[in-house]
């Protein structure tokens, strides 16, 4: 592996969190989370209510919910794993938010996402949407779950 990594997730109920920490660990990595400024709470995640919050970002391709907060020093990164879990087949809003918000000219951004029913689908594709400048795309992957193995063997196909 060669450059600075930074591995940036967003995670609604913690499952992402822990395996993109995972990543980290083992990537010798830093590890940041992208928090949006507004929690989601329980009903804002409901995906059956077309009226929560969720429902209703994913409805419109133009939502950006605001972060929190931000990466100190993005350019110092050469590669950029993201990470989050898949809402209606695609990232979450917030991934565009993330990705719209930093120069990523010249970077290698590698997705992985968690899901509990759909793999990375389309959001490979839509989330290339969202980037300017010269970057190089790895494939996404799907992970779910902590594995140390499954985790190095990936990481030595994209790193």
Known sequence: MTGKVLVAVFSASGVTKRVGEEIARIAGADFYEIIPKEIYTG???????????????????????????TVSDMA????????????????????????????????????????GGSGV?????????????????ENGTQINRPDETMIKKWLDGVL
């Not at 969720?54 to 919910?65: A, F, L, V």
């Not at 689908?121 to 795309?137: C, I, M, P």
Request: glycine fraction near 8%.
């Open 43 to 69: 009903d804002d995640l409901n995906w059956m209510n077309k009226q929560s919050r969720s429902s209703i970002e994913m409805n419109n391709p133009m939502s950006r919910p605001e972060i929190a907060g």
């Open 76 to 115: 110092i990164y050469d590669k950029v794993i993201i990470g989050f879990p898949i809402w209606w087949g695609v990232a979450p809003r917030i991934i565009e938010t993330f990705l719209e918000n930093y120069d990523l000219d010249g970077k290698t951004i590698i997705p992985f996402c968690t899901s």
């Open 121 to 137: 689908g389309r959001s490979d594709e839509e989330l290339h949407k969202n980037v300017k400048g010269d970057v190089k795309w």
